[in-house]
């Protein structure tokens, strides 16, 4: 198992150029998310997704978009990028609760990005 | 409001050197509590989970306590090594949410 896996590890932008982080997990996990660290903060939550087909805001969701066509995949979209969207960009995935003793989040490697 | 603490921000030991983190949360309703351990570059990986009803969960050198009624855990790192050198993040769930605290950076040197 490859686990979760994050496509591209890095990625250089000009403000306003737009472009796609690829997120796959095949662990057949219902829950996907998507979260943003930055330096001195914790992990913020931008979307996620209950099950293929579905998506809900979360915390910083702003100037993102997201998509999940496929239960094995959780794209995130920036249509326009901005400076303020230098991050490093983690992708989790998550089974459909069971017991508390076992509900985890897997996280993939993260993205790098910034936005020049 | 639901808030994870943690502290210190950043720690420097010597190898073979104990130490302990501290998590100090305010959420409710609480599923459970993890440890992740980030390295530089890389993403969060668990090192324990711990529930309402249990005190202490141990991973090789590292153990973890719950005290569910203070609200608080620790995360006791033992006869350190370099490898050790990471983030350690505290995360809290509850109601379907994750609270992510800031993380301890710990650095350990030879």
């Known amino acids: 198992n490859a686990g979760v896996t994050q496509t591209p590890k890095f990625r250089v932008l000009k403000t306003g150029q737009s472009m796609t982080l690829l997120c796959a997990q095949d662990?057949?996990?219902?829950?996907m998310y998507w979260y943003r660290q930055d330096p001195g903060m914790g992990l913020r939550l931008i979307h996620y997704s209950v099950g293929e087909g579905t998506t809900a805001k979360g915390e910083v969701p702003d100037g993102y978009n997201v998509s999940r066509l496929k239960k094995q995949n959780f794209l995130l979209g920036l249509e326009s990028a901005a400076p303020s969207q230098t991050s490093v960009y983690f992708c989790?995935?998550?089974?459909?609760?069971?017991?508390?003793?076992?509900?985890?989040?897997?996280f993939g490697p993260g993205t790098r990005l910034t936005v020049l | 409001k639901n808030q994870v603490e943690q502290s210190p921000q950043s720690l420097i030991i010597l190898e073979g050197k104990n130490c302990t983190l501290q998590c100090n949360y305010t959420v409710s309703p609480f599923s459970n509590l993890r440890w992740y351990k980030q390295d530089t570059g890389r993403g969060p990986v668990s090192l324990t989970i711990m529930t309402f009803s249990e005190n202490t969960k141990s991973n090789g050198r590292y153990t973890a306590t719950l005290d569910a009624d203070t609200k608080q855990s620790s995360l006791h790192i033992t006869a350190s090594q370099l490898s050790d050198s990471a983030s350690y993040i505290c995360v809290v769930s509850g109601g379907n949410q994750f609270y992510f605290g800031t993380g301890t950076s710990l650095t350990v040197i030879p």
């Open positions: 989790a995935s998550r089974r459909e609760f069971l017991s508390a003793h076992t509900d985890t989040q897997y």
């Open positions: 662990m057949n996990h219902e829950y």
